[in-house]
C-alpha cells in the first residue's frame, strides 16, 4: 500500500558530507512523523532523526549539529543532510513513515535502507 525508497547513500572520507532522500508513495492520505534510523553491524537499529508534519524535530546526541532533517510534505519526501561525517556514522540508513492510509488505518513504514560507508 504505500512504499518508501530512500537513495543518497554511498561512500564517503571522514569530514564529508551526503544527502539522503526518502520518496513515499502509494495510498497516503496524509504522513504524520518521518525519521530516519540506521544500524551498524552488530548493533540495534537506533533514531537519527525525526520529523513531524508541523516539523518539530528531534536528533540523537551523537549527530546534533552535523545532520539536518527536513521534509517536503507536498511531495512526501523526507531528507537527511549529513555534514562533518565520522567513521561511526557508518551504518544502513532507513527511512521511516507514519503514515494515515486513504482507507483510513494508520500504519508505520520502512524503506530498505541505504548504505552510508564513512572511511576514516
Known amino acids: 500500500q504505500v512504499r518508501l525508497v530512500e537513495s543518497g547513500g554511498g561512500l564517503v572520507q571522514a569530514g564529508g558530507s551526503l544527502r539522503l532522500s526518502c520518496a513515499a508513495s502509494g495510498s497516503i492520505f496524509r504522513i504524520n512523523v518521518m525519521g530516519w534510523y540506521r544500524q551498524a553491524p552488530g548493533k540495534q537499529r537506533e533514531l537519527v532523526a525525526t520529523?513531524?508534519?508541523?516539523?518539530?524535530?528531534n536528533y540523537t546526541d551523537s549527530v546534533k549539529g552535523r545532520f539536518t532533517i527536513s521534509r517536503d510534505n507536498a511531495k512526501n519526501m523526507v531528507y537527511l543532510q549529513m555534514n562533518s561525517l565520522k567513521p561511526e556514522d557508518t551504518a544502513v540508513y532507513y527511512c521511516?513513515?507514519?503514515?494515515?492510509?486513504?482507507?483510513?488505518?494508520?500504519?508505520?513504514?520502512w524503506g530498505q535502507g541505504t548504505q552510508v560507508t564513512v572511511s576514516s
Open positions: 521511516n513513515a507514519d503514515v494515515l492510509l486513504v482507507t483510513g488505518p494508520r500504519r508505520d513504514y
Open positions: 520529523i513531524t508534519r508541523r516539523d518539530n524535530i
